[in-house]
């Protein structure tokens, strides 16, 4: 009787101890530059991919040669708006932070800071004036003006059967001239995703 008692007890625990270590959560380090897809939707490894792709597509266009050599200086540049016009949501900061990263290291252009970082810094200059020495002080009105914009669209369409799923993203990135409106550079890239869901879900 003891030893079935016994051999009772023991298979519990096993299997209190196995739903137990199902319910715990697991991490891995991974490197962040592997790709790693879930569930399908716009990720971190899109964002680099998309960013880096078109920055270097927008570089090699014809309008940066044609400024460089009319003015014998780099253009500046600044991102303005990614609108997010797909289903999902997606962090456009992370995008927007990658193109910025890619056109900065890229040496071939002057990049302008945001409308948000640049009301911080003359925040900053301002408060210069007050309580820096003169050898240190920032004056105001030296700010350079971007010559170029960058801005733009994510958008989506979905075709859904069953579990099946086909996901498309459609980029459209256009830079503008700051002085006379004109459109210098015209960029789209396409993501196209097929996803299976499973048939049970925890």
């Not at 008692?5 to 991974?30: D, K, N, Q, Y």
């Not at 997010?84 to 302008?112: C, Q």
């Not at 971007?146 to 086909?166: H, P």
């Not at 459609?170 to 960029?187: E, F, H, P, Y």
Request: aromatic share 6%; net charge neutral.
């Amino acid at each position: 009787m003891n030893k079935v008692f016994s051999v009772i007890t023991i298979s519990s625990a096993l299997i209190i101890g196995g739903i137990l270590t199902g319910c715990s959560t697991s991490v891995e380090r991974m490197d962040v530059s592997e790709a790693k897809d879930l569930s399908g939707e716009w990720n971190d490894t899109d964002s680099r991919l998309v960013s880096e792709e078109m920055i270097r597509d927008v570089l090699s266009r014809a309008w940066l040669g044609e400024y460089t050599g009319a003015k014998h200086k780099q253009p500046a540049v600044i991102v303005g708006e990614v609108s997010n016009l797909s289903h999902e949501h997606i962090n456009v900061n992370t995008f927007v932070g990658d193109m910025e990263r890619e056109l900065i290291n890229s040496g071939k252009v002057e990049f302008v800071a945001s409308k948000t970082e640049r009301g911080e810094v003359r925040e900053e200059r301002k408060d210069q004036e007050l309580h820096a020495s003169d050898v240190t002080r920032k004056a105001m009105g030296q700010e350079i003006g971007a010559d170029f914009m960058l801005k733009g669209t994510i958008n989506t369409i979905l075709d859904t059967e069953g579990r099946e799923q086909v996901r498309y993203y459609q980029i459209d990135l256009t830079l503008i001239s700051m002085a006379d409106n004109r459109k210098v550079w015209v960029g789209q890239k396409k993501i196209k995703k097929f996803v299976t869901k499973p048939k049970f879900r925890w």
